[in-house]
Nanobody, 118 residues
Framework: QVQLVESGGGLVQAGGSLRLSCAAS????????MDWYRQAPGEQRELVAT???????TYADSVKGRFTISRDNAKNTVFLQMNALKPEDTAVYYC????????????WGQGTQVTVSA
């Protein structure tokens, strides 16, 4: 059973930082990509950052230069370092991974709330 468990969310003032973690119950080397998504109230879920199995990151334009995605394969954990946070970053943040297989299957965590006050 594959489980992804996020942690590290909370309340922070604008300009502050948070580090989200996503712990997987299985080896993340078996995932083609690991992602962080977010969903604000009344909005659609959006892709924030992706990291490939070889460690190549990509970011949404809205977070470039402020967020950093990384992975620790030995700890089966993916991180999202969020700096210079803005009120518009307020959302539930979800970890997701596309696991290799036939067919590939996407898994989701339960989400962690990030609230940025002005």
């Amino acid at each position: 059973q594959v489980q992804l468990v996020e942690s590290g969310g909370g309340l922070v003032q604008a300009g502050g930082s948070l580090r989200l973690s996503c712990a997987a119950s299985v080896g993340i080397s078996g995932f083609a990509v690991m992602d962080w998504y977010r969903q604000a109230p009344g909005e659609q879920r959006e892709l924030v950052a992706t990291i490939t199995s070889s460690g190549v990151p990509t970011y949404a334009d809205s977070v470039k230069g402020r967020f950093t995605i990384s992975r620790d394969n030995a700890k089966n954990t993916v991180f999202l370092q969020m700096n210079a946070l803005k009120p518009e970053d307020t959302a539930v943040y979800y970890c997701s991974g596309l696991k290799r297989g036939v067919p590939p299957r996407r898994y989701w965590g339960q989400g962690t709330q990030v609230t940025v006050s002005a």
